[in-house]
């Protein structure tokens, strides 16, 4: 069974930085699509970054574009999201999740991943 597990959330002022990072484990010799995605009180979860198994193509929400960083440490499947330059507008529960068997092209939604975290919170103060 595959799992996947966030840490790094917290309590940042606007302005400041921030940096989650996942990994998803279970499967030995299986290298995951990894995407981002969060979800504030009373929004639909949305997509922020996506890296695929390869390491690039990078593909990120417009809103998080310049601001935010997705990478993964080579081959492993752990990956982080640096995000600087927080904005109150950024916080949300951010999830991580692993695609093995969903479609790649999906990667901005949620059907393009099969396994998921619990979600980190992430708080911006103005």
């Known amino acids: 069974q595959v799992q996947v597990v966030e840490s790094g959330g917290g309590l940042v002022q606007a302005g400041g930085s921030l940096r989650l990072s996942c990994t998803a484990s279970?499967?030995?010799?299986?290298?995951?699509?990894m995407g981002w995605f969060r979800q504030a009180p009373g929004k639909e979860r949305e997509f922020v970054a996506h890296i695929p198994w390869s390491g690039s193509p990078t593909h990120y929400a417009d809103s998080v574009k310049g601001r935010f960083t997705i990478s993964r440490d080579g081959a492993k499947n752990t990956v982080y999201l640096e995000m600087n330059s927080l904005k109150p507008e950024d916080t949300a529960v951010y999830y991580c999740?692993?695609?093995?068997?969903?479609?790649?092209?999906?990667?901005?939604?949620?059907?393009?991943?099969?396994?998921w975290g619990q979600g980190t919170q992430v708080t911006v103060s103005s």
């Open positions: 999740a692993a695609g093995e068997y969903a479609p790649a092209w999906r990667y901005a939604e949620r059907a393009g991943y099969d396994y």
């Open positions: 279970g499967r030995p010799g299986v290298t995951y699509g």
